[in-house]
């Protein structure tokens, strides 16, 4: 639907569609949502909630009624859910809405399933155990579903077993450097994943999910932002990789959404890194003195600057995307407008040659 709302709204400016055509293209082009696509998107919207929350209320019904129900009773409900969500995802076909969700409720009943064994035997287990192996355990049904979002509960997971595997081992690194380890592990582990998802993608085309692949993005974007400012902040920008690793994600994240695809909402985000980064920079700079007042006059106008030069080159962007689109649009117009000419000169010609 968003491409052919770009195809209208060039068309319309370049005044290929009149007003007086502009309720017809617009109902063509299937902009405006019927109601059998609303009947659609109600129908996704209660499935996934509806899953969500069962798997969820597992969770909270074990929890809730601990004392009421005995060992056995615990296990089996979650295991029968478990198998029955599973059977469900067998015997529905793989593409379908109905399969997906079916997968996704069973991984969450892995979850919970581990959860009630922990604190039913009392294992002594670390909590970054349970979530560790709660990704190692549901990945076969990662690697065979062939759902993107079963990858990204899967990152997830391994995201919050890291944070928790610091708290846990806090002692085998300085105090001083925990926050420094968490924030480079989780930008590691994230970077990593962003760059096989990109190439597996390729390939892949039910990875080309434009959810996943920017809540990822943006994750790495807010990290690496985050060491940036820290390395920054401390004056010691020159003498760890947080600033010239920035320098190569902005680089990177440019060649991969402004020259081989056009992403705005990732563009605008490494715009704002970009903005907050040299905001702290000034403000190092500015803030030094005893001219308060004037430091955040200044501060100011150079944000706002910045802000305005972001906004004139995303815009800048945008019409030149525009633009290269309309190109194959002009192409087919002049071709159509040449061809009852080049048929008519034709017809001329073999009627002379008789």
């Known amino acids: 639907m968003d491409s052919h709302r770009n195809e209208l709204i060039n068309l319309i400016e370049n005044n290929l569609v009149t007003d007086e055509n502009l309720d017809e293209a617009v109902t063509l082009a299937n902009i405006i949502p019927n109601s059998s696509r609303w009947l659609t998107f109600l129908n996704q919207l209660f499935l996934w909630t509806g899953s969500i929350a069962l798997g969820l209320s597992m969770l909270f019904f074990i929890a809730f009624n601990w004392l009421e129900f005995g060992r056995f009773a615990k296990f089996a409900l979650v295991e029968v859910s478990l198998v029955g969500a599973i059977i469900s995802y067998l015997i529905l076909k793989k593409e379908s809405l109905l399969a997906k969700a079916s997968i996704t409720v069973a991984a969450i009943f892995v979850g919970v399933l581990l959860a009630l064994f922990g604190q ?117 920008m020159f003498s760890n990789l947080a600033v010239p690793m920035w320098a190569i994600c902005m680089g990177l994240g440019y060649w991969l959404y402004r020259c081989r ?47 305005a030069c972001s906004a004139w080159w995303l815009n800048s962007v945008q019409k030149s995307t525009k633009v290269k689109s309309f190109e194959p649009v002009r192409v087919e117009q002049d071709r159509a407008e040449q061809e009852p000419l080049q048929e008519h000169v034709n017809k001329e010609v073999q009627h002379e040659s008789e």
Request: hydrophobic content about 65%; charged content about 5%; overall charge negative.
């Open 261 to 307: 695809t056009v992403e705005l909402f990732i563009l605008a985000i490494g715009c704002l890194s970009g903005i907050m980064l040299i905001a702290t920079l000034f403000i190092n700079l500015l803030f030094n003195g005893s001219e308060i007042i004037s430091a955040f006059l200044l501060l100011a106008l150079i944000i706002v600057g910045l802000g």
């Open 120 to 236: 039913t035997y009392q294992t002594g287990a670390d909590p970054w155990q349970l979530f560790f192996i709660w990704a190692c355990l549901i990945l076969p049904w990662t690697m065979t579903a062939r759902f993107s979002v079963l990858w990204l509960i899967s990152i997830i997971l391994i995201n919050v077993a890291f944070i928790l595997y610091i708290d846990a081992h806090n002692r085998l690194f300085f105090l001083h450097y925990v926050q420094d380890v968490i924030l480079w592990g989780l930008f590691a582990i994230n970077f990593v994943s962003l760059i096989v998802w990109q190439l597996a993608s390729v390939k892949c085309k039910w990875l080309q999910d434009g959810f996943s692949m920017r809540l990822i993005t943006v994750t790495v974007a807010i990290l690496i932002t985050i060491l940036a400012i820290i390395s920054v902040s401390e004056g010691n």
